[in-house]
């Protein structure tokens, strides 16, 4: 099956620009995750939908980044406008919620982001 | 709020060697899980070994292995016969139970394989 697909791959902004990562989930699952991972640091996360609802944003700075999934499935996130230090790698992950005690989260390759 | 600690930001091994990365986390739960995950340089991360909390018994996958102990909230990752394509920075990671719960990670250890 198909992975998890995110575009673009690496992105160059200067500060104060607005920037926007696409992310496609494995198909059927229907949660998905958008981490912060910063340069020496673990993943973060941002954002969780279930389905096209959001179920945890405590940790979005709600003031610069936004997120939707409309339709449930894939996903977009924008910074605006964009700080120095937004750079980090973005990355996607999705997991199927079945009512297992257990789903794998799956991960897309990220996105790159470089604020000057 | 759960934390996981590596203490560990650089690890080597020499190729056929064994290796041990250290991880520790802290939480008020009784059941949860660990993971470690593997993120090789530009490439997407993937699941090495999980452990569920409930189970004694340490998790094993091919040539790694866990070290799981519940009451000191230790969960270290034994890879065994080191190969080059293991080289990869490693992330310990906890869950809470339900199905659906994000990851936390701890910052990772860039393990590097010495032909």
């Known amino acids: 099956e198909a992975g998890v697909a995110q575009s673009p791959r690496y992105k160059i902004i200067e500060k104060r620009q607005s920037v926007a990562f696409w992310c496609n989930p494995i198909?059927?699952?229907?949660?998905l995750y958008w981490y912060q991972q910063i340069l020496g640091q673990g993943p973060k996360l941002l954002i969780q939908f279930q389905n096209n609802g959001v179920v945890d944003d405590s940790q979005l700075p709600k003031d610069r980044f936004s997120a939707e999934r409309l339709k449930g499935v894939d996903s977009t996130l924008k910074i605006q406008p964009a700080k120095l230090e937004d750079s980090a790698v973005y990355l996607c992950a999705s997991s199927l919620i079945g009512g297992r005690a257990f789903d794998e989260q799956f991960f897309g390759p990220g996105t790159r982001l470089t604020v000057l | 709020a759960q934390t996981v600690t590596q203490s560990q930001p650089e690890m080597s091994v020499q190729e056929a060697e064994t290796v041990t990365l250290s991880c520790t986390y802290d939480t008020s739960e009784s059941d949860y899980y660990l993971f470690w995950y593997k993120q090789p340089p530009s490439r997407q991360m993937i699941l090495v070994i999980r452990?569920?909390?409930?189970?004694?018994q340490n998790a094993t996958e091919n040539r790694f292995s866990v070290n799981f102990q519940k009451a000191a909230k230790s969960f270290s990752l034994k890879i065994s016969d080191s190969q080059l394509g293991d080289a990869a920075m490693y992330f310990c990671?906890?869950?809470?139970?339900?199905?659906?719960?994000?990851?936390?990670f701890g910052k990772g250890t860039r393990l590097s394989v010495i032909a």
């Open positions: 990671a906890y869950r809470r139970p339900s199905g659906n719960t994000p990851l936390v």
């Open positions: 452990q569920e909390a409930y189970k004694q």
């Open positions: 198909s059927g699952h229907a949660t």
